[in-house]
C-alpha cells in the first residue's frame, strides 16, 4: 500500500559530530578511499576563465578557529553556465564540476578551494546577479548546515546592482559576504559563526 506524502516526514537535523571528516573526507583523515576525496578537484582539465583559489577559516563566536569544519561550495562556471541536467542556456565547462568540498587544515583550521571566479547567473525576474559562490558550512555543534554566499570585493558594479545584496537591510553588513582579493589570484573569505564579525547567513 502507498503511503500518503504527509506520513514521511523530514528525519530531524543532527549536528555534524566528530566523525564528519571520516564520512566525507576519508582521504582527509588517512583512509584511502575512491582516489581521493569527493570534492577535492573541481578542475578535471583545462578550465575556461580565470583559475582563482579561495581561502578562508572558520571562527566562533570568541574568534577562534574551528580545526573541524567542512566547508562545501557550489557554482556557476566562468560563463554562469552549472554543470546540471536542468542547465538549458548551453554547454557548461566539460573540465569544471562546479562543486567542492574542503575540510579544515587540522592546525590552522583553513579551508581551500582551487576554482574558476564563476560568472554572472540571471535573477528569476532577468536582472543578472553579481558573480557569487553558495557555501555550506558544517561542524560538531552545529545543528543545521549554514548557508552563505561568497561574492567578490573587486566586482563593485555588479555587486551595486545584485537582486540580493540590494534587499539586505543592514547593507554595512554586507563586507561579511565578500571575499578580498590578496594577489595572484588568491581571495580570503573568513566566516564567522558569531560575533561582531558575524556573517550573513541565508534561511534555505
Given at each position: 500500500m502507498v503511503q500518503k506524502l504527509e506520513?514521511?516526514?523530514?528525519?530531524?537535523?543532527q549536528t555534524a559530530g566528530p566523525y564528519v571528516h571520516i564520512g566525507c573526507t576519508?582521504?582527509?583523515t588517512g583512509i584511502a578511499l575512491y582516489g581521493g576525496d569527493l570534492g577535492s578537484a573541481m578542475k578535471t582539465g583545462p578550465v575556461q576563465g580565470t583559475e582563482i583559489t579561495i581561502k578562508g577559516t572558520v571562527y566562533d563566536g570568541t574568534g577562534t578557529a574551528l580545526r573541524d569544519a567542512m566547508v562545501e561550495i557550489w557554482q556557476a562556471d566562468a560563463a554562469g553556465l552549472f554543470a546540471s541536467a536542468n542547465e538549458v542556456r548551453g554547454q557548461a565547462d566539460p573540465n569544471f564540476t562546479g562543486w567542492g568540498r574542503s575540510p579544515g587544515d587540522m592546525e590552522t583550521g583553513e579551508f581551500t578551494f582551487d576554482t574558476v571566479k564563476p560568472g554572472q547567473v540571471p535573477w528569476p525576474d532577468g536582472r543578472m546577479q553579481a558573480p557569487h559562490i553558495t557555501a555550506w558550512v558544517v561542524?560538531?555543534?552545529i545543528n543545521i548546515g549554514l548557508h552563505t554566499r561568497i561574492y567578490f570585493a573587486d566586482e563593485t558594479s555588479a555587486n551595486a546592482t545584485d537582486p540580493i545584496l540590494?534587499?539586505?537591510e543592514h547593507q554595512n553588513r554586507i563586507p561579511t559576504l565578500l571575499a578580498q582579493p590578496e594577489g595572484a589570484g588568491t581571495y580570503r573569505f573568513d566566516i564567522h559563526l558569531q560575533g561582531p564579525k558575524e556573517t550573513i547567513f541565508f534561511d534555505i
Open positions: 506520513t514521511l516526514r523530514e528525519s530531524p537535523s576519508p582521504n582527509f561542524a560538531r555543534g540590494t534587499r539586505i
